[in-house]
């Protein structure tokens, strides 16, 4: 914790805003609630945020951005074998999807309404996504590796797959075994696109 005569710095009044924001919501949270936490006064707030939007706009770019993890996905799809980065893809995504993107209260400017900005961020972020196994999927088909079929509706029943575990995971905390869970999805869906 700072001590008094120090203001805080951009990045721990993110970190106390992130928390705040994800836990209640953009209307349920004060400048002063988050003046309070990050030991600093408003004019800090202002000084490096503008307003409560610019720094609500600040954390949703920070803890909505699935970037990384996008990153890493693409990477399965520069696989040689487009079937072992199929299985990479499906392993990655169970293991690692970056959870704290669907924080709720990232996502409420106030209490009923949903923030637009940050759901078409997600949106856009999955669609990245959906490419990048489609791309593993078409050239899985052309290899002949799977049967010829549409590979964006492959893609996604794939995706409904792998959501339905982390969506669980996120909004009821029910837990699986992702690995033997991931090993399943992987087996069922080639012999699905046989």
Do not use: W
Not at 48 to 60: I, N
Not at 109 to 121: C, F, I, N, V
């Amino acid at each position: 914790m700072q001590s008094e005569g120090h203001p805080a710095t951009a990045e721990k009044i993110l970190q106390v805003a992130s928390r705040m924001f994800a836990e209640k919501g953009f209307a349920n949270v004060s400048v002063r609630d988050i003046c309070k936490d990050s030991v600093t006064t408003a004019p800090v707030i202002y000084y490096y945020f503008g307003s409560k939007k610019g720094l609500f706009d600040a954390v949703a770019r920070r803890q909505i951005s699935m970037e990384d993890f996008i990153g890493e996905l693409s990477h399965t799809s520069k696989a040689s074998d487009p079937r072992k980065g199929l299985e990479s893809f499906i392993a990655m995504y169970l293991t690692t999807f970056p959870e704290h993107t669907f924080d709720i209260g990232l996502y409420m400017r106030d209490s009923a309404t949903l923030d637009k900005q940050s759901a078409d961020r997600v949106s856009e972020d999955l669609e990245k996504i959906k490419e990048i196994a489609a791309t593993l999927v078409e050239r899985s088909i052309s290899k002949g590796y799977f049967r010829k079929t549409d590979a964006k509706l492959a893609v996604d029943c794939l995706l409904g797959m792998l959501n339905r575990v982390i969506f669980q995971h996120i909004h009821f905390a029910k837990s699986q075994d992702r690995e033997t869970y991931s090993r399943f999805v992987t087996d069922f869906f080639f012999r699905a696109m046989k």
